[in-house]
């Protein structure tokens, strides 16, 4: 599942950040998550199981819901992107002008904002 993997990816992150700065685990791990990119409870629910035996074992998972960005062309801008309009058809479309545009976040929707790291 699309979750899953991310929840192993942001726990490498962390691991990765917990040993380069010298600390024994991380206390908090936030994550901008990009709105409708994804199930916020599934997410969850795999942090919780990926975390386990790392350093994010006793992690609180802070999850930010951002409105997810697209830059137009034709605008020559960044925009926040319509959440209420049907994005499953195809790709983004423009908020202003309507032609297709280029999602700003990659394909995973999610961010690794902040870890409060312990030592
Ligand atoms: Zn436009």
Do not use: N, W
């Amino acid at each position: 599942m699309h979750e899953h993997g991310i929840a192993e990816e942001l726990v490498a992150a962390v691991d990765r950040s917990v040993h380069s700065h010298g600390g024994s685990g991380a206390s908090k791990v936030v994550v901008e998550v990009s709105a409708g990119t994804l199930e916020e409870q599934t997410l969850r629910t795999a942090f919780d199981i990926a975390k386990q035996e790392t350093t994010s074992s006793d992690a609180e998972l802070v999850l930010v819901t951002v409105a997810q960005e697209v830059f137009c062309l034709q605008c020559e801008r960044t925009l926040p992107l319509d959440v209420h309009a049907d994005q499953s058809a195809g790709p983004p479309l423009c908020p202003l002008c309507g032609a297709v545009a280029t999602p700003v976040f990659g394909a995973s929707g999610v961010t690794l904002k902040s870890i409060e790291i312990e030592v």
